[in-house]
């Protein structure tokens, strides 16, 4: 992407996807830790949406203990108009930079990004986030973004890009993972999603294994979204996230991976996810958030 190019912020205060609260804040944290400031510093034109309005918890009625799409309605409203926003902002020609909030909303972003053409899908985390109602050993919607794009999962989520599948499985990496519930690793390992899991980062190193995954994701043909989940990094690095699992990837992997996305040049959209200010240390995971953004999006040491 040109570095004089537009690029609009839009904030999702959403936490009824996530079984924690907290994620809700996530994108007042990664504004106040400079986002605006540095990507204008970088030479974006940037233009700040504010936050989708979304419900809080507190006013909405609770879901049973036993549901299986903890709320379905209220998630399925605000990944509507996110993808409403999104889909205009890319019509517009402008990038979009999605800030959450809980996964669950890149249902939203990635298939309002995706309407009216085909696109990759890079699937950064700790999680597969490839469970459906059937699977989930949580009823957590935050658990489920990626089968519902790949077209499983509740009708009323897996059709907001206009065609289901909003991603082509064969056009969809995902790397990192290290932490996935017993059914939805059966149907991982039945799917046609290209998998690289934190063994193959350790065995192979984060430039070859994001050289494959890049490759895979380009070979959609207008481009590609990223979808980055904090927690995919080391907890000890970035602890303020909402699921924290041990043995994740570096500050220096996550650089180098999304330095790597930057020089590909295909780009299209992205979201940055699970950021959680009640458990972070002095806002640390956040900063990490607006700095490995920066590396996506063109910045370079030299
Ligand atoms: N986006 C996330 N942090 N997802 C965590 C998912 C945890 C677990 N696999 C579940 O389905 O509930
Ligand atoms: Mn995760
Ligand atoms: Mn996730």
Redesign the pocket.
């Known amino acids: 992407m040109k570095t004089d190019a537009t690029i609009t912020i839009i904030g999702v205060p959403l936490d009824l996807?996530?079984?924690r609260r907290g994620v809700d804040m996530g994108p007042s944290a990664i504004r106040y830790a400079g986002l605006s400031r540095r990507l204008a510093e970088l030479g974006y034109q940037v233009i700040d949406y504010g936050n989708l309005v979304t419900p809080m918890v507190e006013t909405i009625p609770l879901p049973p203990p036993d549901a299986r799409l903890r709320y379905l309605e209220p998630i399925t409203e605000v990944c509507e108009r996110l993808a409403d926003q999104v889909a205009k902002v890319v019509r517009q020609g402008i990038t979009p930079l999605i800030l959450g909030g809980?996964?669950s909303l890149t249902i939203g972003s990635a298939s309002g990004s995706a309407r009216g053409r085909r696109l990759g899908l890079l699937w950064i985390?700790?999680?597969?986030?490839f469970?459906d109602e059937h699977t989930?050993?949580?009823?957590?919607i935050?658990?489920?973004?990626l089968a519902v794009l790949t077209g499983r999962g509740h009708p009323r989520l897996t059709g907001l890009a206009g065609r289901v599948p909003a991603f082509d499985p064969a056009h969809v990496a995902l790397v990192a993972v290290r932490?996935?519930?017993p059914l939805?690793r059966e149907a991982l390992r039945a799917s046609p999603i290209s998998v690289f899991t934190m063994h193959d980062i350790d065995r192979r190193g984060m430039a070859a294994v994001m050289e494959q995954a890049l490759t895979v994701v380009t070979t959609a043909p207008d481009g590609f979204h990223l979808s980055f989940?904090l927690?995919v990094v080391d907890p000890r690095t970035a602890p303020g996230?909402?699921?924290p699992v041990s043995g994740g990837i570096s500050r220096r992997e996550a650089h180098l991976a999304m330095e790597l996305i930057a020089e590909r040049g295909a780009l299209q959209s992205l979201d940055v996810?699970?950021v959680n200010p009640i458990l972070d240390e002095r806002n640390a995971t956040a900063e990490l958030a607006v700095e490995l953004v920066l590396s996506a999006l063109g910045k370079r040491i030299l």
């Open positions: 996807g996530a079984g809980d996964h985390d700790a999680h597969a986030d469970n989930t050993p949580s009823g957590n935050h658990g489920m973004p932490d996935l519930d939805e989940d927690d996230v909402g699921t996810v699970e």
